[in-house]
């Protein structure tokens, strides 16, 4: 691996053997599911208007989670059964139908059913990708082609909810999802081209839904939407526990089933390469969600900005992620080794600096955490993925592969209840003072301090270069 990391690879690389074809392919489907992601924000409000509903605005993001982590989390199986492209046409297809849906949905039920297909092709898509970038790539790319992604993945976060408010202005909330489903047109003519078509790994055996792991796996998620969304001081941390449990279990389970395992074998083993970066992921995801879920109302109750200039403060943190990410693509060995750490720690900097600042004093402030916690996961990404795949032995680095969007989507599902859970502790309710606001404002920071300590720890084991 030493050799692998130590060479220094310009963009011009991606250009040559037919790379930028391939990799544009990718990056558009990588496009299709962030930008999707958030295009519900500023288009549910038009549909509501139209058919009603708005008691179920919420599950139009939990539904297409959900889709997103069980898609994932199958991703490397159907891989290792089907292929790369057939894998791929058939998660585009998936998002397709789902956007269709969606664009001629008459009611808000259809909607939300339209919501979980999206979720299930896009989070099949980015998973597949990262699948595919560790096949048809050489390893010494990876961190250029990781950063890429980023880059596009950071565009989406300004663009999607972009997308859907332009036509949601003008009253045609629906052409916005009809724009997507003649990208994912264009995106399923392109991979027909211009992927090649693989031998499947494991065509020996037949393909076997996992229905009761993905039963457990649903049934972990959906506890989490129930935990955030519920107010009760009981009831939601109780959930989130039995959601947690209930992971462990499918974990437990899916060790025992070696030939339609969804997940690496020991995936959150610190004392392995591929468990510490697991762990990294997972925990670095948790630790930063409060800005995420809180951070807008936050900045126009306690700043007084607008709506608008609060939403791209909280992008901002993708933006840096994306910037930061091309910017150290680059790196040797020793430089990644150093980006790794730096990275830990200025995500725990910018979570600390978010917690005495977030109280209304100077928005100069809040502007330089939430680059600061970009910047720090942008500088280390890349690597921390190369790690993680190179860590895994050879016959499930398309599980590895596949496991580490889904883990960090699960992170964050982790962090938005937990962190919906902190505010309600300390006083969060549509009857806020401005004391107790700013109360809240600490404590949604300062709690995931420790998990973050923790992230830094899984860190420091990455780079000691444990045995499988």
Same mark, same amino acid.
């Given at each position: 691996?030493?050799?692998?990391?130590?060479?220094?690879?310009?963009?011009?690389?991606?250009?040559?053997?037919?790379?930028?074809?391939?990799?544009?392919?990718?990056?558009?489907?990588?496009?299709?599911?962030?930008?999707?992601?958030?295009?519900?924000?500023?288009?549910?409000?038009?549909?509501?208007?139209?058919?009603?509903?708005?008691?179920?605005?919420?599950?139009?993001?939990?539904?297409?989670?959900?889709?997103?982590?069980?898609?994932?989390?199958?991703?490397?199986?159907?891989?290792?059964?089907?292929?790369?492209?057939?894998?791929?046409?058939?998660?585009?297809?998936?998002?397709?139908?789902?956007?269709?849906?969606?664009?001629?949905?008459?009611?808000?039920?259809?909607?939300?059913?339209?919501?979980?297909?999206?979720?299930?092709?896009?989070?099949?898509?980015?998973?597949?990708?990262?699948?595919?970038?560790?096949?048809?790539?050489? +390893?010494?790319?990876?961190?250029?082609?990781?950063?890429?992604?980023?880059?596009?993945?950071?565009?989406?976060?300004?663009?999607?909810?972009?997308?859907?408010?332009?036509?949601?202005?003008?009253?045609?909330?629906?052409?916005?999802?009809?724009?997507?489903?003649?990208?994912? &047109?264009?995106?399923?003519?392109?991979?027909?081209?211009?992927?090649?078509?693989?031998?499947?790994?494991?065509?020996?055996?037949?393909?076997?839904?996992?229905?009761?792991?993905?039963?457990?796996?649903?049934?972990?998620?959906?506890?989490?939407?129930?935990?955030?969304?519920?107010?009760?001081?009981?009831?939601?941390?109780?959930?989130?526990?039995?959601?947690?449990?209930?992971?462990?279990?499918?974990?437990?389970?899916?060790?025992?089933?070696?030939?339609?395992?969804?997940?690496?074998?020991?995936?959150?083993?610190?004392?392995?390469?591929?468990?510490?970066?697991?762990?990294?992921?997972?925990?670095?995801?948790?630790?930063?969600?409060?800005?995420?879920?809180?951070?807008?109302?936050?900045?126009?109750?306690?700043?007084?900005?607008?709506?608008?200039?609060?939403?791209?403060?909280?992008?901002?943190?993708?933006?840096?992620? &994306?910037?930061?990410?091309?910017?150290?693509?680059?790196?040797?060995?020793?430089?990644?080794?150093?980006?790794?750490?730096?990275?830990?720690?200025?995500?725990?900097?910018?979570?600390?600096?978010?917690?005495?600042?977030?109280?209304?004093?100077?928005?100069?402030?809040?502007?330089?955490?939430?680059?600061?916690?970009?910047?720090?996961?942008?500088?280390?990404?890349?690597?921390?993925?190369?790690?993680?795949?190179?860590?895994?032995?050879?016959?499930?680095?398309?599980?590895?592969? +596949?496991?580490?969007?889904?883990?960090?989507?699960?992170?964050?599902?982790?962090?938005?209840?937990?962190?919906?859970?902190?505010?309600?502790?300390?006083?969060?309710?549509?009857?806020?003072?401005?004391?107790?606001?700013?109360?809240?404002?600490?404590?949604?920071?300062?709690?995931?301090?420790?998990?973050?300590?923790?992230?830094?720890?899984?860190?420091?084991?990455?780079?000691?270069?444990?045995?499988?």
């Amino acid at each position: 691996m030493t050799d692998e990391l130590s060479q220094n690879v310009g963009w011009s690389a991606l250009l040559t053997n037919g790379n930028l074809t391939r990799i544009s392919t990718l990056c558009l489907g990588v496009w299709l599911h962030a930008a999707s992601a958030m295009l519900v924000a500023t288009t549910l409000p038009s549909a509501v208007s139209e058919f009603g509903g708005a008691h179920l605005v919420s599950w139009a993001f939990t539904l297409y989670l959900l889709g997103s982590i069980l898609a994932g989390s199958s991703a490397g199986l159907l891989m290792s059964r089907l292929g790369l492209k057939p894998t791929l046409l058939g998660t585009a297809i998936l998002y397709t139908v789902g956007s269709a849906t969606c664009a001629i949905a008459p009611g808000m039920e259809v909607l939300l059913v339209g919501r979980l297909l999206q979720g299930l092709g896009g989070g099949g898509l980015v998973a597949v990708t990262y699948i595919a970038v560790n096949r048809l790539f050489p +390893s010494h790319l990876l961190p250029r082609l990781m950063a890429l992604i980023s880059a596009v993945w950071s565009v989406s976060a300004f663009c999607g909810p972009l997308i859907g408010g332009s036509f949601a202005t003008f009253g045609h909330w629906r052409f916005a999802f009809w724009a997507f489903v003649i990208q994912a &047109g264009l995106f399923l003519i392109a991979a027909f081209l211009k992927i090649n078509h693989e031998k499947p790994s494991d065509n020996n055996n037949p393909i076997v839904v996992p229905i009761g792991r993905l039963a457990i796996l649903t049934a972990a998620v959906l506890m989490i939407a129930f935990a955030s969304a519920n107010t009760d001081y009981l009831l939601s941390p109780t959930l989130c526990i039995l959601s947690i449990i209930s992971f462990w279990v499918f974990l437990k389970i899916d060790k025992l089933n070696p030939t339609s395992r969804m997940f690496p074998k020991n995936p959150f083993n610190i004392k392995t390469t591929l468990g510490a970066g697991m762990t990294l992921v997972m925990t670095a995801s948790i630790s930063t969600m409060s800005f995420l879920v809180y951070g807008t109302f936050l900045l126009e109750t306690l700043f007084g900005v607008t709506p608008l200039i609060a939403g791209y403060i909280v992008a901002l943190e993708s933006v840096s992620w &994306g910037i930061t990410a091309v910017l150290f693509s680059g790196a040797n060995e020793n430089q990644e080794r150093i980006l790794i750490r730096l990275g830990s720690i200025l995500i725990t900097v910018g979570l600390i600096g978010f917690s005495l600042s977030m109280s209304g004093d100077s928005l100069w402030w809040v502007l330089l955490w939430a680059i600061c916690q970009g910047a720090g996961f942008g500088m280390m990404w890349s690597f921390i993925v190369r790690r993680i795949i190179s860590g895994a032995p050879f016959s499930e680095q398309d599980i590895a592969s +596949s496991s580490i969007p889904t883990t960090q989507q699960i992170g964050f599902a982790i962090g938005a209840a937990a962190s919906g859970i902190v505010a309600n502790m300390f006083g969060f309710d549509e009857n806020l003072t401005t004391s107790v606001l700013k109360n809240v404002s600490f404590w949604i920071f300062a709690a995931f301090i420790p998990v973050m300590l923790y992230a830094n720890f899984a860190v420091w084991k990455l780079l000691k270069e444990p045995k499988l």
